[in-house]
């Protein structure tokens, strides 16, 4: 059964970078139709879309986030990460990893439950 | 503001039907599929219909979607209290060249 599980700091700095990993259970991250991707949602709000990747390392990111953002896999663990640069109070969120499958819909059919980042002094 | 427009909440009393509906734009809903995603607080989302009006594995038949044009729908026939949760549309968009989300609907049952 697939799982995934976002982890990493609760509290970031301001200017500083907020990095998770997600770690996924029962499926192959070089599965050639899956995509994995980054969500985040501010507290209160609605959905965003960060970024997906495909473990070969082709990527679609946020045009609004892209030149702070970055999306690595790491096919060894497993796990695939997020790296957002020079955060502010605006990146405070909870952030979920979910596996992506752009070739059955663009749909994101599985999630992880999520983790809460706050972005703080 | 999110590029595809839902009403911020709707509502309906037990076994009434409700209507949420997701307006785009030609490089988005005009051009791509829709998804539509059910989140209950504190949770993560969950994928509720796909490919415009395909429901997900295990999703009651009460709950249907639809596309036209630019704008698409979510139905919730024979409400339930249960259903009480955040709606959200989702499709792709050509012209970023990314995927969008909208803003999120509120149903409260009554």
């Known amino acids: 059964q697939l799982h995934l599980q976002e982890s990493g700091p609760g509290l970031v700095k301001p200017s500083e970078t907020l990095s998770l990993t997600c770690t996924v259970s029962g499926d192959s991250l070089t599965t050639n139709t899956h995509y994995w991707a980054w969500i985040r949602q501010p507290p209160g709000r609605g959905l965003e879309w960060l970024g997906s990747m495909y473990f070969s390392g082709t990527s679609y990111y946020n045009p609004s986030l892209k030149s702070r953002l970055a999306i690595s896999i790491d096919t060894s663990t497993n796990q695939f990460s997020l790296r957002l640069s020079s955060v502010t109070a605006a990146d405070t969120a909870v952030y979920f990893c979910?596996?992506?499958?752009?070739?059955?819909?663009?749909?994101?059919?599985?999630w992880g439950q999520g983790t809460m980042v706050t972005v703080s002094s | 503001q999110s590029v595809l427009t839902q009403p911020p909440s709707v509502s309906g009393t037990p076994v009434q039907r409700v209507v949420i509906s997701c307006s785009g734009s030609?490089?988005?809903?005009?051009?791509?599929?829709v998804n539509w995603y059910q989140q209950f607080p504190g949770t993560a989302p969950k994928l509720l219909t796909h490919t415009n009006n395909q429901r997900a594995s295990g999703v009651p038949d009460r709950f249907s979607a639809s596309k036209s044009g630019t704008s698409a729908s979510l139905a919730i026939n024979g409400l339930q209290s249960e259903d009480e949760a955040h709606y959200y549309c989702?499709?792709?968009?050509?012209?970023?060249?990314?995927?969008?989300f909208g803003g999120g609907t509120k149903l409260t049952v009554l």
């Open positions: 979910a596996r992506w499958k752009p070739y059955d819909g663009r749909i994101f059919d599985m």
């Open positions: 030609s490089s988005n809903i005009g051009s791509n599929t």
């Open positions: 989702a499709t792709w968009d050509d012209t970023l060249n990314g995927q969008l």
